[in-house]
């Protein structure tokens, strides 16, 4: 007994390490069944929309001359061209359709596209970039006060080093 149930064990790990692996056709399927490619262009719009807040945030108590309004305007441009360069689709596909084959089986990703054309799958997709945006909305908002405990962390530390020097 104990000899089968060890080779169904083997038998079983040996075929699950031979699922077939996935392939770009079925990953690029679930790639616009997921609208990945519009999930992409809207994290390009709130970067950028990101990037102009805290620019106005950082600079809204101080005067400029047209001149340096300018060069910050310019500024902002740059930065704003360098995000939609680096961060786009054609950059990041291939990047995702590796990543999705070292983690997915092909059998995978058809379960995973068959459950994202259901009712409950589309309204998945559609929910998840608002979830997403709001998570991040509530992390940002703890920051701060890490950030005042991480800063005490560290005086305390500096405080208790700079004893055992003296």
């Keep these: 007994?104990?000899?089968?149930?060890?080779?169904?064990?083997t038998l079983?790990?040996?075929s699950l390490s031979h699922a077939a692996p996935a392939s770009d056709e079925t990953i690029k399927e679930l790639?616009?069944?997921?609208?990945?490619?519009?999930?992409?262009?809207?994290?390009?719009?709130?970067?950028?929309?990101?990037?102009?807040l805290k620019t106005q945030q950082t600079l809204k108590n101080k005067k400029f001359t047209p001149q340096e309004?300018?060069?910050l305007s310019k500024m902002n441009k740059k930065?704003?061209?360098?995000i939609l360069s680096t961060i786009n689709w054609q950059t990041l596909e291939p990047n995702y359709i590796e990543?999705?084959?070292?983690?997915f089986t092909e059998e995978q990703l058809k379960q995973i596209i068959l459950?994202?054309?259901?009712?409950?799958?589309k309204s998945l997709i559609?929910?998840?970039?608002?979830?997403?945006?709001?998570?991040?909305?509530?992390?940002?908002?703890?920051?701060?006060?890490?950030?005042?405990?991480?800063?005490?962390?560290?005086?305390?530390?500096?405080?208790?080093?700079?004893?055992?020097?003296?």
């Excluded at 459950?115 to 799958?121: D, H, L, N, Q």
């Design 1 to 9: 007994m104990k000899k089968i149930l060890i080779l169904c064990i």
């Design 12 to 14: 079983l790990q040996f």
């Design 31 to 52: 790639f616009a069944v997921s609208n990945t490619k519009s999930l992409i262009e809207n994290m390009q719009n709130q970067m950028q929309q990101m990037l102009l």
């Design 69 to 71: 309004e300018q060069i």
């Design 79 to 82: 930065i704003i061209a360098e």
């Design 99 to 103: 990543i999705y084959k070292k983690n």
């Design 115 to 121: 459950f994202y054309k259901t009712e409950a799958g």
């Design 126 to 166: 559609n929910k998840m970039p608002n979830v997403i945006q709001e998570s991040m909305h509530q992390a940002q908002a703890l920051v701060p006060k890490m950030t005042e405990s991480i800063q005490k962390i560290l005086k305390e530390t500096d405080l208790e080093l700079s004893k055992i020097k003296k």
